[in-house]
């Protein structure tokens, strides 16, 4: 069975284990979240429900079709908590971390997966590279489940109640899961500003992109003082892109919103509920406010960052804030009649500009496909759905609240989304394609009248 299975594994591509990896977390956190011991008396749990909740958690969205704080025991809690760690950190980085505890070599063959998971382009440096993640991902959590828990003492009756929703919180905010175990999101800490930054910072440090925090961490403490640090185009771009679209949704939010929901609010509970909302939109799925009272430019606003979604290489999904800044600087150096993309004195590689043009049109056309299928299947608004399904490709898990009102068949396509958007539009495509064959012959070539 064992040299059956190598050869099958053989003829997939990367990509196509990945996914099959990926398959198999959702089937074991399905199984260990329908455990008795997971599960509250009584607790209104479905197989459907469990394949939703499953997939949502390891693809990191948060959009459910239960309440954790109702269905889930505390072991539940734990075990919920552990799935969010393999889908925000990816799997093949804890599954190399347990292949280095037992002793096992990373091979060639591992190292591609490894590459293929972390949308990285070289195999050098790998193993050093996810220890550097899983190193820096665990200490954020921690530091931040200690501020937050030692803070929540303030709300809860117990320091075990408050640590709990402490570590929660930590690990939802910084795997930009979006669950939470208070039955509201954030929205108990509106007024709480302190909850709201230390959450923002979570959110910003798990979407920004693991690379950019390495080379933030090298750039502070490891820096060579005989030389100048420099960093990557990567870090450069996607930091530039990243913030640029966090300031314009708050921007937005704000002047959208001034004489609909903060009509009646102070200056700082506007800044606040703009810059939060536009925070968990680059992949937390957290928020401090029901979305249904934002007026539907501001949704449609929110729905475009969902889709963006948070940086390569980072707990989150969507096309990736690289993908959009290279389509900006295409469109841009196109109309301008230039033939070469330049940008922070380096030139863009014509396959990465190819890259990420198929990557938007695909997600365009399966999130086209999605909100068809949806405005046949369910009686909700259009709006609404469109909301869902950004929220859904980008595992950002904001939501109007329909996901539990959805037809079997909508929740299908949710699920079919959240997973997408998880493994990502490329290799969702090297799924169907398989491995890469170059072409051993040419047609001419012929020019097309276009446009």
């Given at each position: 069975m064992n040299i059956f299975a190598r050869k099958i594994l053989s003829r997939l591509a990367p990509a196509q284990i990945i996914v099959a990896y990926y398959i198999l977390a959702v089937t074991v956190s399905m199984t260990l979240l329908s455990l008795p011991i997971s599960l509250k008396e009584n607790a209104k749990w479905t197989f459907l429900d469990a394949l939703f909740t499953a997939v949502s958690a390891v693809s990191v969205t948060g959009l459910s079709t239960i309440t954790v704080s109702d269905t889930f025991s505390v072991t539940g809690i734990f075990i919920l908590m552990f799935v969010l760690q393999f889908g925000g950190i990816g799997i093949m980085t804890l599954g190399t971390f347990f292949w280095l505890i037992l002793g096992k070599k990373i091979g060639l063959r591992e190292r591609r997966l490894i590459m293929t998971d972390q949308n990285q382009t070289s195999l050098s440096g790998l193993v050093k590279l996810l220890k550097q993640i899983l190193i820096i991902i665990i200490l954020i959590e921690i530091i931040g489940a200690v501020i937050l828990g030692s803070y929540f003492l303030r709300y809860y009756p117990t320091w075990q109640e408050a640590f709990l929703h402490g570590l929660f919180a930590s690990v939802s905010a910084t795997t930009n899961a979006g669950f939470d175990i208070t039955g509201q999101s954030l929205i108990p800490y509106a007024h709480d500003y302190f909850v709201q930054f230390v959450n923002i910072i979570l959110l910003i440090l798990?979407?920004?992109?693991?690379?950019?925090?390495?080379?933030?961490?090298?750039?502070?403490?490891?820096?060579?003082?005989?030389?100048?640090?420099?960093?990557?185009?990567?870090?450069?771009?996607?930091?530039?892109?990243?913030?640029?679209?966090?300031?314009?949704?708050?921007?937005?939010?704000?002047?959208?919103?001034?004489?609909?929901?903060?009509?009646?609010?102070?200056?700082?509970?506007?800044?606040?509920?703009?810059?939060?909302?536009?925070?968990?939109?680059?992949?937390?799925?957290?928020?401090?406010?029901?979305?249904?009272?934002?007026?539907?430019?501001?949704?449609?606003?929110?729905?475009?960052?969902?889709?963006?979604?948070a940086s390569p290489s980072s707990v989150g999904g969507g096309i990736r804030t690289t993908t959009f800044a290279l389509n900006l600087l295409f469109f841009f150096h196109f109309a301008r009649g230039?033939?070469?993309?330049?940008?922070?004195?380096?030139?863009?590689?014509?396959?990465?500009?190819?890259?990420?043009?198929?990557?938007?049109?695909?997600?365009?056309?399966?999130?086209?496909?999605?909100?068809?299928?949806?405005?046949?299947?369910?009686?909700?608004?259009?709006?609404?759905?469109?909301?869902?399904?950004?929220?859904?490709?980008?595992?950002?898990?904001?939501?109007?609240?329909?996901?539990?009102?959805?037809?079997?068949?909508?929740?299908?396509?949710?699920?079919?989304?959240?997973?997408?958007?998880?493994?990502?539009?490329?290799?969702?495509?090297?799924?169907?394609?398989?491995?890469?064959?170059?072409?051993?012959?040419?047609?001419?070539?012929?020019?097309?009248?276009?446009?």
């Amino acid at each position: 069975m064992n040299i059956f299975a190598r050869k099958i594994l053989s003829r997939l591509a990367p990509a196509q284990i990945i996914v099959a990896y990926y398959i198999l977390a959702v089937t074991v956190s399905m199984t260990l979240l329908s455990l008795p011991i997971s599960l509250k008396e009584n607790a209104k749990w479905t197989f459907l429900d469990a394949l939703f909740t499953a997939v949502s958690a390891v693809s990191v969205t948060g959009l459910s079709t239960i309440t954790v704080s109702d269905t889930f025991s505390v072991t539940g809690i734990f075990i919920l908590m552990f799935v969010l760690q393999f889908g925000g950190i990816g799997i093949m980085t804890l599954g190399t971390f347990f292949w280095l505890i037992l002793g096992k070599k990373i091979g060639l063959r591992e190292r591609r997966l490894i590459m293929t998971d972390q949308n990285q382009t070289s195999l050098s440096g790998l193993v050093k590279l996810l220890k550097q993640i899983l190193i820096i991902i665990i200490l954020i959590e921690i530091i931040g489940a200690v501020i937050l828990g030692s803070y929540f003492l303030r709300y809860y009756p117990t320091w075990q109640e408050a640590f709990l929703h402490g570590l929660f919180a930590s690990v939802s905010a910084t795997t930009n899961a979006g669950f939470d175990i208070t039955g509201q999101s954030l929205i108990p800490y509106a007024h709480d500003y302190f909850v709201q930054f230390v959450n923002i910072i979570l959110l910003i440090l798990g979407a920004i992109g693991f690379p950019v925090l390495i080379e933030t961490k090298e750039y502070l403490f490891n820096r060579n003082p005989q030389g100048k640090f420099h960093f990557t185009l990567y870090t450069k771009l996607t930091t530039v892109t990243f913030f640029g679209l966090l300031i314009f949704g708050t921007i937005a939010i704000l002047v959208l919103e001034i004489h609909h929901f903060f009509r009646d609010k102070s200056w700082h509970e506007a800044l606040f509920y703009s810059l939060f909302q536009s925070a968990s939109t680059r992949n937390g799925g957290l928020s401090t406010m029901n979305m249904n009272n934002f007026h539907d430019s501001t949704l449609l606003i929110l729905s475009a960052l969902m889709f963006i979604g948070a940086s390569p290489s980072s707990v989150g999904g969507g096309i990736r804030t690289t993908t959009f800044a290279l389509n900006l600087l295409f469109f841009f150096h196109f109309a301008r009649g230039n033939r070469s993309i330049k940008v922070f004195k380096r030139e863009l590689y014509e396959e990465d500009i190819i890259r990420s043009l198929v990557v938007t049109m695909m997600a365009l056309f399966i999130c086209f496909i999605a909100v068809i299928i949806l405005s046949i299947t369910e009686n909700q608004p259009l709006l609404a759905l469109i909301f869902e399904v950004a929220s859904a490709f980008g595992t950002t898990g904001l939501s109007l609240g329909i996901t539990p009102e959805l037809s079997i068949l909508g929740k299908l396509v949710i699920i079919i989304l959240m997973f997408i958007g998880r493994v990502g539009i490329l290799s969702f495509l090297f799924i169907i394609g398989g491995k890469r064959v170059e072409p051993n012959f040419h047609y001419p070539k012929e020019k097309v009248i276009i446009g």
